[in-house]
């Protein structure tokens, strides 16, 4: 098992991270020394009409902004990681359920180390057969040794949100912690909780902004997962996982709510690190 002296010194040298987001603007500052390859998500039907999704490379920019915003954090926690971009979230920071499915299906093809997906799909707005297709992506995920890391809903942890509301994702609440510090909620499918509130990220047009939610926790720990296989690169999800707890334990033992308010009691949390 990893301890936190070895984690310290290490940088995800040699992972390969995708970030599926609104895309990554590469000559952002931020940036720098990284040699980020760009992807975008096309489209095109067949004669009858059956729209076939496929991928390509292009042009590093950023439709909304979001992405950039998230690879920034990976950036800063996780400089010696390899960074790639799949801009599959328009210019309002939207997409379908096809397109999320058919993004994590090409991210497991390409053998990524870590895939960072902060964004969720409401478990209400899901339909059944995406449902299935999420639930077949995700287990070849688990199977190659791809480790899914996503948000959940900002507002309520418990509210499934697909691709994180899966046991092999690695889900990622938020709070108003520092740096990679982060806490587990034993006990429940959202069980880790990171660093989202108030977060300085870099944003389009070689600009910064202050900015919080889930979305910024599953970068964080992404970072973190990043150092972890740099040092056990053939780790699984459930292995990650179980370093991660082991991690928390290391930590002070205290309580937290989601948003990083210490009370004495309230929900769970194992570890804060």
């Known amino acids: 098992m990893l301890d936190w002296p070895a984690i310290d010194n290490s940088l995800g040298r040699g992972v390969r991270i995708l970030v ?8 952002h500052p931020v940036f720098a020394g990284h040699q980020i390859r760009s992807f975008v998500m096309t489209r095109s039907e067949t004669p009858r009409g059956v ?9 590093a920019s950023d439709a909304y902004g979001h992405g950039t915003a998230v690879a920034s954090i990976i950036a800063t926690y996780a400089p010696a990681a390899d960074i790639h971009s799949l801009q599959l979230l328009d210019g309002r920071n939207r997409t379908t359920q096809e397109r999320v499915v058919r993004a994590l299906e090409w991210a497991v093809e390409q053998r990524y180390d870590v895939v960072n997906c902060s964004f969720g799909v409401s478990d209400q707005r899901v339909e059944v057969q995406y449902r299935n297709s999420f639930k077949a992506v995700v287990d070849e995920a688990f ?3 791809c480790i899914l890391v996503a948000a959940c809903n900002n507002h309520d942890f418990k509210l ?3 691709p994180g509301a899966f046991p092999t994702v690695i889900a990622s609440d938020w709070a108003g912690f520092d740096g990679l510090s ?3 909620r034993e006990g429940n499918l959202v069980e880790f909780v990171a660093r989202g509130r108030d977060v300085r990220v870099a944003w389009k047009g070689g600009s910064f902004r202050h900015d919080s939610g889930s979305s910024y926790a599953a970068p964080h720990t992404a970072a973190l997962i990043a150092r972890i296989r740099e040092l056990r690169p053939h780790w699984n999800a459930a292995q990650v996982m179980s370093c991660l ?3 928390a334990r290391e930590g002070h033992e205290t309580r937290a709510d989601s948003r990083g308010v ?3 009691s309230d ?3 194992e570890g804060l690190i």
């Open 20 to 27: 599926i987001d609104s895309g990554i603007e590469s000559s």
């Open 51 to 59: 729209p076939v999704y496929g991928v390509s490379e292009s042009s």
């Open 143 to 145: 199977c190659r040794g």
């Open 160 to 162: 499934p949100e697909y």
């Open 182 to 184: 982060f806490a587990r």
């Open 245 to 247: 707890y082991e991690l």
């Open 262 to 264: 210490l009370r004495p």
């Open 267 to 269: 929900v769970p949390v």
